[in-house]
């Protein structure tokens, strides 16, 4: 009974990841064909732009940070 058991999970375990490489290879054909890298770069930089406009019209608002769409201000 243990030896069939291991047999058991070791072939669930190779099946799972069959299916984490297939979804992970998916994911990597979607953000090629809807360009997500490229969206979020150009999004990123519309983002700092109208960051750093704010920061330099707010008195209290120190600076504008950040890197692609992972932004704030100080």
Do not use: H, Q
């Amino acid at each position: 009974a243990g030896s069939a058991g291991f047999a058991e999970s070791a072939a669930d375990l190779a099946s799972g990841c069959r299916m984490s490489r297939a979804s992970a290879g998916r994911l990597l054909e979607i953000f090629d064909e809807e360009k997500l890298v490229e969206n979020a770069e150009a999004t990123g930089a519309y983002l700092g732009d109208k960051l750093e406009s704010i920061a330099a019209r707010i008195p209290n608002v120190l600076e504008a940070r950040g890197i692609g769409l992972l932004r704030g201000l100080k």
